[in-house]
């Protein structure tokens, strides 16, 4: 089963980020408010609900982490 029913928008880390200077400290309450804001589906499958939260804001600063190395690398 998939986490919901389609993807689903993190509007508070997007409105957290927005016009932000990006550092370690605001990707860390970006990826909580994401996993604050997120209701995903158990599966016993694709993992518990529990498991889902908890890597939730570990795949958010990830992205968010090569997000920023990228623009940077292509700011050069």
């Known amino acids: 089963a998939p ?3 389609g993807p689903v928008r993190a509007t508070e880390a997007e ?3 927005k016009g932000a200077e990006v550092t370690k400290e605001i990707i860390e309450k970006a990826a909580q ?3 604050a804001q997120a ?7 694709r993992g518990s609900r529990e498991y ?3 890597v939730l ?7 968010l982490e090569t997000a920023v ?3 940077r690398n292509n700011c050069k």
């Open 3 to 5: 986490v919901g029913p």
């Open 15 to 17: 409105a957290m980020l």
């Open 33 to 35: 408010a994401a996993k």
């Open 39 to 45: 209701n995903p589906r158990s599966s016993a499958v």
């Open 52 to 54: 889902r939260l908890d």
């Open 57 to 63: 804001p570990v795949l958010v600063r990830r992205a």
């Open 69 to 71: 190395a990228q623009a």
